[in-house]
């Protein structure tokens, strides 16, 4: 690849969702937060819209996609609930994950090995709908081939693991999924797939993997609505972009 494109960074609003579901009612609105993401340089919102309504609800996916002025990608799990909400949202795009009712956050990448029946026609009827289908996996050579052979354009590389291992100091564990993510990016960029990568990302990591010409969009939450709660949403997205700038330039 001659010069890496333009990374774009999408914002999560989950966890805004997550704070005002504490107390039920309105505020924070993660519509809001969108908005303000957006004016503050995002180039797309995400959200996950989980079985159980933890944090986003029906109507604020609704409200995104009728009020942002940006690509909303929406996150599901291959559900025929979630297909049926998704068909009626239209999307500019829908990110397939996992999903397990107990657990705190999207543990590990999609089976699409081991699930690629199942996942087949949901990628069929969103791909027919003009929705762009991505798959949320480990940089697993297998996951990275059946991805592709199911026609999912785009696939999202689960960084979970390599952040985990950075902070908590495994410097190991840390650097063999480093060197996973860089042969699971370029395997990808190689079948011809569209690559994104995102979970657990906070400055240090989103600077070291924009690095990655392959990757061309990182999907951020946790970390910054965190962070904009002592610095604000808007210096922090500033701040994202400085630190993904910074790694795509190094
Ligand atoms: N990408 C996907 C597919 C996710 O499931 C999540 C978590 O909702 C993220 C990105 C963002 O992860 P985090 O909130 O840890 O930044």
Redesign the pocket.
């Known amino acids: 690849m001659s010069q890496a494109p333009k990374l774009r960074l999408?914002v999560?609003v989950?966890?805004i969702a997550t704070l005002r579901n504490a107390r039920g009612g309105r505020n924070p609105d993660p519509v809001r937060a969108a908005k303000l993401a957006i004016e503050a340089g995002a180039d797309g919102i995400?959200a996950?819209l989980r079985e159980d309504r933890r944090h986003i609800r029906d109507e604020d996916m609704a409200r995104l996609k009728a009020e942002i002025d940006r690509p909303l990608n929406f996150?599901m799990a291959a559900t025929d609930e979630m297909l049926r909400i998704a068909l009626a949202t239209k999307p500019h795009a829908c990110?397939l994950?996992p999903e397990r009712r107990e657990e705190l956050?999207?543990e590990g990448g999609l089976d699409v090995v081991g699930q690629h029946n199942a996942l087949a026609p949901v990628i069929a009827r969103l791909n027919d709908a003009g929705i762009r289908v991505s798959l949320?996996i480990a940089a697993d050579p297998r996951q990275i081939e059946m991805a592709a052979k199911l026609r999912a354009p785009v696939v999202?590389i689960?960084t979970?693991a390599w952040?985990d291992a950075v902070t908590d100091g495994h410097k190991e564990k840390a650097e063999a999924e480093w060197q996973r993510i860089i042969k699971g990016a370029a395997l990808a960029y190689s079948a011809g797939l569209e690559v994104h990568a995102?979970?657990?990302?906070d400055y240090d990591t989103a600077e070291r993997i924009a690095a990655l010409p392959e990757i061309v969009e990182l999907?951020?939450?946790?970390?910054?609505?965190g962070e904009a709660l002592f610095v604000g949403l808007a210096d922090t997205v500033g701040a994202m972009r400085a630190a993904m700038d910074r790694g795509r330039g190094a």
């Not at 995102?198 to 990302?201: C, F, Q, T, V, Y």
């Not at 999907?219 to 609505?225: A, S």
Request: glycine share 18%.
């Open positions: 999408g999560n989950d966890h995400t996950h996150e990110c994950v956050t999207t949320f999202e689960h979970g952040c995102g979970h657990g990302l999907n951020i939450g946790y970390f910054m609505i």
